[in-house]
């Protein structure tokens, strides 16, 4: 295990409401590097119109993706923002989501479009965590 | 997107344990609007005796109930509280529960009677952020 | 309901990144030790090769073991630390997995080994978090 204290001083709270039609990923990708974090975690809820879900087959080294192309309540949403070995905003976000039935469904977030909303709540630290990619798995993985 | 910085400053962290038979809205609503809250978040888990879980429903735009009348474990809960158009304390609040052979369930959260517990953790910012009435949902949207 | 504000002052944020092998619950109850934690909350993300998790029966007034022989995302893992009757650290993590077809499934996290990565932010509060032992239940439950 490794462990380090990223914030004894103040960090910033920010509220973010993604809008319909909004592409989760690319938004997020994109506020991170214009406020230039280079350390986050964000929780998440709302709604998204379509979802693709990961999971990550240990013995393939690679993610299954499992669509649902249907509207889902987001549940939780739950992720860091890192910089990764070329200096890059790396998201590692893992969501939950509820389907008509009321049944939960997730995995790693590959791809997510926003109806009606989804608010998050990013608290950005005064650190640098860095991810590297790992060769036995070919993941970039959080070293702080 | 809409995005705001809502805390700089010192936040407030309250810790909340709602007790056996506690309506969880309830208790929350009245918490918030004793501590006159303009902005905060929440997390928590726990157990409750019965739930009431809701699927926003895009065509009907009406909520669909998911009663689960049985004691489920608290996997998540993920909120955050504003002020609505009146000025009322507003809570969006989803959850996650498991069910006795490890399904996990989810949905806006409509009714929930806590057992035994349900450990709240509420982080209150130095800001106001406001929800408004969405003309075409009708629901009640985040505009940081 | 009870209610306490545990920080109007700093709080300290821990990232913490386990690795391949680790037995969750013991590095964490093991960091909460040697950081003297007398307050935390945290959050984590992740993948498991290998969960139990627990149904608390209320006939029984016991867990129920739920075991996952295979590969996890972890969705969700949200907890806090306290310290019990006997000033011991007292973990209380709940969990959210994702399988192979996305499907999610969770409950009180009673055992668990990572793999490849298990990320836990963890927010240490100036505070002092008590859980007693309830007669009806037998759990320890958080009185703040």
Sequence with gaps: MQARIVAEA??????LALEPGDDTLEVLRDYAREQGFTAARFTGL????RVVLGYFDWQRKEYERIELDEQVEVLSLVGDVALDDDGAFSLHPHVVVGRRDGSAWGGHLLEAVVR??????????PACLQ????????LALLRP
Tied chains: 1, 2, 3.
């Excluded at 009606?116 to 630290?125: D, G, H």
């Design 10 to 15: 103040t960090e910033n709270t920010h509220v």
């Design 116 to 125: 009606p909303i989804l608010e998050v709540v990013l608290v950005e630290s």
């Design 131 to 138: 991810r590297h990619r790992d060769s036995e798995t070919g």
């Design 46 to 49: 709302g709604a998204f119109s």
